[in-house]
């Protein structure tokens, strides 16, 4: 960086108290908004506008909200009602028009309402008859001054006792004075190539448009910025990852292998066996394999997984296996067992509720390296849990993981493979944007033979049909699952809840046995319910979302959600997983009284849509990124402007735009990208901190 830019830079890393006005109260104040500095001030954008241009009364429409300007022409009018709710009206004359003003509950104006004074209005205006029902007014000395709330005003979100009226004033200020240092960032040939406002000119529009074509000006350019500054700063992560980071070289006995494939109790699919060969080679390359793997349920990833860790262990080395719930780490424990069964393979089981000695021997297992795979929950990144050799991790629904405890895990080996796998299958401009440091793999392909959840949206009405047919499934030897929303009965939501439903059912159905589970109970208590459920001696097991991830009961054939409309598409399909995955026909029947038409459109989706990428994408399209997720420890980045959904467009030509850079060499000497070489430096330095 040269030195000018330097100086730049430091003008506007000045406190915000630099500003006149903003004493140190008001600095605390906005340090809750995370603004300490002239610079984090200005990047505080406005999440929308008010509109207090003055209009010419002639062309505004009825019920229009509009700011008019005139002079009080009568008498105001005070009338009290109700408990206290007061009316206050009076005449105004605004150019040839003469309107009536009314404001509600701030019986004080009557005092400030004098004949002949100026005042401004704001409100929806009652075109038929000349009545502005007034939001926000103000009094000027005459037309044309207080030219500091014309236009469009931003509106910020602010904390404490700050108001937005000062923010803008602030803003303002720092515009006028700092604007002029605010140094671009993008290079000139990007700028040029989508005509995009310079960061200066488009900070000065976004703050304050002078109407709503500047407004969206501004915000196109700070658009683009932002994906194409996370897109330059993942591609370069993923660069320097593949360049620098030593990953083990696994070598494993390809011919054992294949042996292990075909003594697997079915034919690999077509995908399975794609995925297979890129993780196997990430396996054998010296680099560590930072892999997503995404395929629908029941698409066999575990199998996949189990393939990986048999070659990994086949190498000499070690295997954890994360899964986010103890009902979910006690399953994949078991199929792998089942997997490894010809094999010399020393797989252990580590939950929260593995006994002490249990634990001890484990731990001891897996310092020693006597244990090759451990299965567990999040009791593996536990401090003192040490491995002698790990050399693969794989996490099941990995977006249930935050991204720290992920890195936790990571940090009990030296440089081992990850493969994060998830059910939730990402659409692209997701995946790309959340996950542009990882390489991804697709299974997208069920094994043959697998029959179509058979799925049905009813209405409450009909619940008696639904339990005959329950009835009918049961009484030829089934099972099922009952879906509802809530634990127990919540005087604010009219929604089914477990407890009643499950003491309905039983009352009902005297001749099954039905069974509980939710979050609340234990975890011993959950895993005997799941267990006797498994083993058929429950009928019928009515429970919250809690099986929704990865529960295999191929017996199971009757998938019924409860109060359907609650829950997210992706959701919905995820629990629909958990029936089909037996030789027997499955269904899975919504009950829902929608009273949107969202919600009837989202019942007719699940009843479509069988693929859970379609499902995904119409579900990202009805709720948007944030939702889609659940968590904000997804990774998912927070863009301030930039709208994963909307913007798609712009986040595809910034990923390539920032690709293309990255691996040009011109962009390691020329001057054009010092900016954003400085830019990586310092937010590489900051990951670097990140994972020590
Ligand atoms: P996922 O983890 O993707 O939900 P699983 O690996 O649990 O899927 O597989 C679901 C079921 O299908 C399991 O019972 C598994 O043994 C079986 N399975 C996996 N791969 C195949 C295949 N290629 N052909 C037939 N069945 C398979
Ligand atoms: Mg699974």
Redesign the pocket.
Known sequence: MNKQDWTEKQVLKQPVTTLKGVGEATAEDLSLLGIETIEDLLFHFPYRYEDYRLRDLAEVGHEETVTVEGTVHSEPLLRFYGRNKSRCSFKVLVDRYLITAVIFNRPYVKRQVKVGRTIRLSGKMDKHRLQLTVQHYQWTNRAGQNEEDEGLLPVYSVTGKLKVAQFRKWIKAALRDYAAFIPEILPQSLLERYKLLSRSAALQQLHFPKDWQEGKQAKRRFVYEEFFLFQLKLQALRKRHREQVKGLAQHYDHQKVERFIQSLP????AA?HRALEQILDDLQAPYAMNRLLQ?D???????VAAIALYASVNAGYQGAFMVPTEILAEQHYL?LKRFFAQDNIQLALLTGSSSSTERREILAGLQLGTIDVVVGTHALIQEDVFFKNLGLIITDEQHRFGVEQRRRLRRKGAAPDVLLMT?TPIPRTLAITAFGDLDVTVIDEL?AGRKKVETYWVREEMLDRVFRFMQNQIDQGRQAYVVCPLIEESDKLDVQNVLDFHAELSQAFPQYRVGLLHGRLGSSEKEETMRRFAAGEIHILVTTTVVEV?V?VPNATLMIIYDAERFGLSQLHQLRGRVG?GEHQSYCILIANPKTETGIQRMQIMRSTHDGFEVAKKDLALRGPGDFFGTKQSGLPEFKVADMIHDYRALEVARKDAAALINHPSFWEKEEYAPLRAYLEEQLRAEAKLLD
Request: aromatic share 6%; glycine share 22%; hydrophobic share 25%.
């Open positions: 079915f034919k690999l699919t399975q395929g349920v029941g698409s066999g990833k575990t199998a199929s059910a094994p990865g295999d995955r």
